[in-house]
Every structure is written in C-alpha cells, then in structure tokens.
C-alpha cells in the first residue's frame, strides 16, 4: 500500500497535470474546472486501530484552520462534523467497509472555523486490511461543495416561491419566502418589501426587521429624501446607501433605523409589467458596506421576484373592488350583497338573531330614461343612492342591484316595527323635491321587506319573498312598503297610525279613564280603584292600551300622557269624595322610565298641590322592572315617601326580580300578575307560589293585592291564603267614574 507522502505526491502530481488543463482550456469550462477543482481538496488518513487520522493541510484549510492547528485524531472530526450528518457517515462508512465491494461516498456538514456550515462530500480511496481481513487503515478526500449545495437548495426553495404565485398563496407568506431565500444566501442581509399606495409607503414583508421599525416605516410618505426605499420609489431608480448614519438621504428617519443595528440599506425598485412603481425591496447590513456584484444581481432578481407577487396583489384588489361595487353609485354590487346575506344568514342562524331585507324599486323610472334621456336617470339614481346612505346606519349593506332596484340589508331588527320604520324613512327622504334638467321632480319607491328567517331561510328565497313584496307595495299604489308576510304589513300601518294620531289626542287629552274596583277580602268593599287610560279613535276605533302606551314612551309622549292621568284622577278622587262618597285609594300606573325622570317628583307634587288630592290615597303601580333598573334609580323611592304616596309593585312575579331585590324597595303592596291567578287552580305550583308571595310579602310587611280574579273559586282561594285586596272582572270590569259612583253607593257583588 501507498504511505501518504507518496499519496501526497500523486496528488500534486494529479493537481499539476489538472492546471495544465485548465489552462489549455483557458477558463472556457468553468463547471468542469470546478469538477477538477474540487476533486482535489482535502485528504484523510484514518488509523482504525488507533483512531489518528492525518489531515492533509488542504483539509484544515477548507475549513479555515492552519497546518499546525487541529490534532490528528478522530475526535478532531466528531467535534467538527454537523451533529445531524454524523451518525449517517459513520454508518455508511460501518457498512462499506463490511462489504469493499461497494464504494462510500457521503455528504456532511462541517463547521468552519468561523461558525458556519460548509456541505463537505466525503469518499473513501483505498482500505487497507489486516492479514484476517479486518480493515485496519482508511483513506480518502473531502471536497467543499457548499455553493453547489447551496445552490441547489436556491433552487428547490425558489421553486417553491414559484409555486405559491402560481397557487395564490397569500402575498405576506410569500413575501417572508422571498426574504428569507435571499438571506440565506447572503449571511447577514436583511430584506424587506415596501408597498407603495399613491405616495404613501406600506409595509408588505420583513420577517428579519424588526417590528417596530417596520411599524415605523409603515405609512412613511415617498419622497427624494426618504431613506433608501422611499427615494427609490420616487426616483424609480436604484438606491444605494453605504451609511445610513452619514448619508443625507437618511437624515430625517435615520433615527429609526440605527437603533436597532441597521448602517447600509440598499434599495431596489419594484415594478409593474407596465414600468409603474409598485415597491421597493430593500437589503440591509449591520455594518456600512457597498453590495458585491452578486448581492446586486441579487437585489434586482428578489425585486423582480416581489413585483410578480405585488401585482398579482394589485390586479386582485382591483378586480374585487370592480366586483363588489356598483360603478354607477359606488354602492354595494349584488354580487357584494348576495355574499353579505349569505354570511348574515351563517352567523344568524348561528346566534338566533333576524334581520330584515329591504327590497326598493322607483317608480315610474322608466318614465325618466324615457322622458330625458339615460344621463339623467344616471343623476338621478346617484342622488338615490346618496339619499339611501344618508339616512341609512353604517352598519346596514345598500346595494344597486342593476336599473334603478336598491336592496337594504337591516341588522340586529327583531321588532316588525324597526324594519318599517327604516322602509318609511327611506320612502320620505326619496320623495324629496329634486330638480333633473331644470325640472322640478318628486321621485317615489316601493319597498319590499323580507324577514330572515320567517319569509325566507336561504339567499334564494330571501330575496324572492322582498321581490314579492315588493310587488305587493307596487299592487297596492305605490310610495308605500309591504311585508312579504301580509299580516305584518297591517300591524306595522296600525302601529303607525296609532304613532301618528296619539300625538294629537295626547296634546288634545282626548283620552278617557277608566276606573277598576280594589276590594278588600275581608270586608267585601271596595277600598280602591285602578285608572286606567283609555282611547277611542274615530277612525281607528278602541286602541288598546297595551299598543298606545308602548308607542307613547316611544315617541316620548308618556310624561305628557301621565300628568294627565294624573290630574284626572286625582280630580276624580276629589270629586267622589265632594260627593260624599266612602274615601278610596286612587292607583295611578307609572311607566318605569317616566319614573325616573328628574322633574317627575316636582310634577307630582304640583298634581297633589293642585287638585286637593291627598297623598295617601294616591297609589302609584310601577312594574317590577325597576327593580332591576339601576340601584341609584331606587333611590326615587324615599321621596316618594316622603311625599307620603302609595307604592305598588305591579306584575308582580312576572318579571326576573326575587323577593331578594324587594329589601331595596320599601312599598305597601306587591300586585301579583294576572297570569298566576289565570292558572292558580289548574296548575299546582302555581298555586304553590302564589301562596309563597303571599306569606313572604306578609312577612315582609306587605299587602298583597291579586289582580285578573274571573272566578269565585279563585277569589275563595285567594280569601283562604290571606290575600288582602282583590281586583277583576268577577267584581268588575274597568268602567266610568259614574260607574263608580254608583257601585260605590251600592257596593260589588263579593
Ligand atoms: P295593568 O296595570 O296590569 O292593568 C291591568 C289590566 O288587566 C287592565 O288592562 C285591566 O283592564 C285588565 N284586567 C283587570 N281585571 C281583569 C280580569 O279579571 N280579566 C282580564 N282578562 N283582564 C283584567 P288594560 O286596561 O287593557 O291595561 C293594560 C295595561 O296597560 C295595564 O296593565 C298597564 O300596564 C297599562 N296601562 C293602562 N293605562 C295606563 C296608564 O294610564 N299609564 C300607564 N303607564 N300604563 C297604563
Ligand atoms: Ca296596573
Ligand atoms: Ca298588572
């Protein structure tokens, strides 16, 4: 066998014969020299028995060490190999050395002296074998093939970022690819990816930079002197700044960036197909430096590589805005709408919740294209839509469905009255005079309204049943709205006639009372009586009080109705007592939120004042609803005490107050709800109950009154658990003041 210097001096000799060959080739192939090159780089010589291995000088140099540094040993190579890469070699080297047959050849990593990996090929030369067969030396080389190898990882992740493109992967993924390839490549470089939006600066990828710095960068205007991307971007030419700390174009937001290490900053254009400046991609060192040539060539591949990703980005928002927008308005498309509903209807369905759909059509439009011409109708379904939006709230979706049909999406509306409201808005605020081509022109629309999920549980049927509405409103005249749901269309055109005539009969006090008996249980006479508001419309005939007294607290009407009330009771009181009739209590019921308001005490004590009435015979229902009203509101009650009027909880049970929320309150009378004396003698724990509020409020020094009793089997029952005070049609309807007088003078049948 050979001894190594003899190997040694093949090698030179081979090294020598492979110069003349490069130069006989005069560097025309540059891959073949490097072949040539690298086959002749480093030289091992392992002692298997002894574990020392001769590195030859080239092999320390490879990586980074003089001929007199690292010792000649096995260890020497475990430390330096990639922990990763050892186990293999060692294994591929076990088994070639089992079987000479076969040839070893391996790649590992290796660290340089400086830190860094180098990918080393490995191959075994020649075994040299004891007289039993076992190996006992091996030789062989290495070769440092780290740019091929990297390279070809170049290669494979750059191919990678291709395919993202090509599969629309989102842009700030493939950003932080691109960043990343390219600083692999170039230990310490920084990338980062500017978007430019008219002049402003956006940020659109640096996983390296840190985030402050982006968020810094972020929103920066362009400018001649604004850092290297900035001024790139304005100039569309390449900028390269060696010292950012120095260079003048940094000077206003240098201040930024050497904070966190950054000194050079080199930026390259990004551009469209087109030569329009879309970015900037920009290379960052820690120190001030100049770029290599490949760091340049670099620059503006990665620039090129981001402006395929930024104008697909581009060309997407572009096509989804002329997608989702109506062009003519600016509203909503119906592509746009469709998605939204659909959504709504997910998330709805999901939480329970309604919503409605507004279907609108003008009238007669038709009549305007015809009559002065397309430009015209253009203007006027512009000042539509504007109208629309107007009126409408920013969270509602308008849309331009095509000609002059207008959809709204109305969230968050459960009530029938909310939908109708918003449709009768919509209705006055289009109807307002406008001028087209010098004349004067009063537009009108019809409107659909469809409810999710009552009319329609799908897009599809959705919109049907607003478009069968709609031509229902059409049918039924035009300037009006409907409800797919025709029974909804009559309640909420009640609702609103009742809003529009209470008003006047409020301020007219063209309301009446009427007065309900309170009987006391045990003696059978009548201690009180309970006014109650009521309203006969000429056209609308008997409104209920249950429908006006909502919609006066709607349209803020209750404080006018309650002082009214008020002084009619009272002035009633007062006059049964002129009369010479037995004193009774006057029950006057009183809205929560009348309640609460800051001049109600004063106003009551002007009716008190006023009428003669006196204030312990005045009794005032307010609904347990204020005992989950704020706790401060309560303390509304001790003036009230000190007024020295009655107080009643009225609807007692119905609400979700406990006995618990009832030592906040100091009252004389808890009135148990009707709907607990309807069932009492059907329902056991009705029954059950009503016994408890019974003894609990005796206990807790209240007296009860019962409300709605029909029957005298409920009245025996109520008398048996120790009821106080009863009321009801088994006594007594709510009838006249005269009505009263008379049973007054002769007493309710108990
Ligand atoms: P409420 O305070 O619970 O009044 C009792 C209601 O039950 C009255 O209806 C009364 O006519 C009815 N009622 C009494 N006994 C019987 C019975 O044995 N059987 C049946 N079926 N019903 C009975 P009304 O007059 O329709 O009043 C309804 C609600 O309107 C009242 O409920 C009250 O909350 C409100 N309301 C009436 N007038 C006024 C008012 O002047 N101001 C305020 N804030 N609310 C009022
Ligand atoms: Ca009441
Ligand atoms: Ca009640």
Redesign the pocket.
């Known amino acids: 066998m050979n001894s190594i210097p003899e190997l040694l001096k093949e090698v030179n000799e081979l090294r020598a014969e492979l110069d003349s060959i490069r130069k006989q080739k005069n560097t025309t192939n540059l891959k073949g020299q490097l072949n040539l090159q690298e086959a002749i780089d480093g030289f091992w010589d392992w002692n298997l028995q002894t574990n020392e291995v001769f590195y030859s000088p080239s092999w320390k140099s490879m990586l980074g060490y003089e001929e007199h540094e690292l010792e000649h040993h096995y260890d020497t190579w475990a430390n330096i190999v990639h922990p990763d890469d050892k186990v293999n070699i060692l294994t591929s080297i076990r088994d070639f050395l089992a079987d000479e047959s076969g040839t070893f050849e391996g790649v590992m990593r290796m660290q340089h002296k400086d830190g860094h990996y180098l990918f080393i090929r490995t191959r075994a030369l020649q075994v040299t074998r004891d007289e039993f067969d076992e190996p006992i030396r091996l030789v062989g080389t290495h070769v440092d093939i780290t740019q091929r190898k990297h390279a070809e990882l170049f290669d494979i992740r750059y191919n990678k970022i291709l395919k993202m493109i090509a599969q629309g992967e989102p842009a700030s993924e493939i950003y932080d690819e691109i960043a990343y390839i390219y600083e692999e490549r170039h230990p310490g470089i920084r990338c980062s990816m500017l978007e430019l939006d008219g002049d402003t600066l956006l940020h659109a990828g640096a996983p390296s930079l840190p985030k402050e710095y982006c968020d810094q960068v972020h929103g920066l205007k362009n400018g001649p002197n604004i850092g290297s991307c900035g001024t790139s971007t304005y100039t569309g030419k390449r900028v390269i700044v060696e010292d950012i700390e120095t260079d003048p174009k940094w000077e206003n937001i240098k201040a930024a960036a050497l904070p966190h290490g950054l000194r050079s900053c080199w930026s390259e254009p990004i551009f469209s197909v087109s030569g329009k400046v879309l970015g900037a991609f920009g290379m960052y060192r820690n120190y001030p430096s100049a770029p290599t040539a490949s760091e340049q060539s670099d620059l503006k591949a990665a620039a090129r590589l981001a402006g395929i990703v930024m104008e697909r980005e581009h060309n997407q928002k572009r096509i989804t805005a002329l997608a989702y927008s109506d062009l003519l308005t600016g509203l909503s498309s119906r592509a746009h709408l469709f998605i939204t509903i659909e959504e709504l209807i997910k998330t709805s369905s999901r939480n329970g919740e309604c919503f409605s759909l507004l279907y609108l059509d003008l009238d007669n439009f038709k009549s305007v294209n015809d009559s002065l011409g397309h430009d015209v109708g253009d203007i006027l379904l512009k000042e539509i839509a504007s109208r629309i939006t107007e009126i409408s709230r920013d969270v509602d979706c308008i849309a331009r469905l095509g000609g002059d049909e207008f959809c709204i999406v109305v969230k968050d509306i459960s009530d029938t009255l909310g939908s109708a409201n918003i449709a009768q808005r919509v209705i006055n605020v289009i109807s307002k005079k406008l001028e087209l081509s010098g004349r004067k022109f009063i537009p009108s629309c019809s409107i659909g309204i469809a409810r999710y999920p009552d009319d329609g549980a799908d897009l599809k049927s959705l919109v049907k049943a607003a478009d069968t509405a709609l031509y229902a409103a059409k049918d039924s005249g035009k300037g009006c709205y409907a409800f797919y749901d025709i029974e909804l269309t009559r309640v909420a055109e009640y609702q609103f006639k009742v809003e529009q005539f209470l008003r006047e009969t409020i301020e007219k006090q063209n ?1 009446t ?2 007065y ?1 008996p309170q009987i006391d249980v045990r003696t059978g006479k009548i201690v009180g009586v ?5 309203w006969n419309h000429h056209e609308l005939g008997d409104v ?3 429908d006006f ?1 909502a919609t ?1 607290e709607r349209i803020g009407m ?1 404080k006018q ?2 002082e009214w ?1 008020f002084n009619t009771a009272c002035a009633q009181a007062v006059e049964w007592k002129n009369m010479g009739l037995p004193l009774i209590r006057m029950a ?4 929560p939120s ?1 309640l609460f308001d800051d001049d109600f005490i004063p106003s009551l004590q002007g009716v008190i004042d006023g009428t003669d009435m006196h204030s312990n015979n005045l009794e005032l ?1 307010v ?1 347990e609803s204020v005992m989950h009203t704020n706790k401060n509101g309560l303390s509304i009650f001790s003036p009230l005490r000190k007024l020295g009027v009655l107080l009643a909880i ?2 007692f049970g119905t609400g979700y107050s406990s006995f618990a929320s009832l030592k906040h309150l100091s009252v004389d009378y808890l ?1 148990i ?2 709907d607990f ?1 309807d069932d009492m003698l059907t329902d056991e724990k009705t029954n059950l109950l009503i016994r408890s509020m019974v003894e609990m409020g005796h206990n807790l020094g209240y007296k009860i009154i019962a ?4 029957s005298q089997a409920q009245f025996d029952e109520l008398k048996a658990f120790g009821c106080d005070i009863v ?4 006594f007594s ?2 009838v006249s003041a005269d009505k009263i007088g008379v049973l007054l003078n002769e007493g309710v049948e108990v």
Request: glycine share 4%.
């Open positions: 309301l009372l009427a309900q309970e006014a109650l508001s009521r209920p009080p249950v007294i006066a209750i109705l309650t009330v006057v019921n009183i809205s009348h229902e609904t009225d609807d009135k709800d009707k004396v409300e709605g009793v029909e009321q009801g049609y088994f309807k709510p």
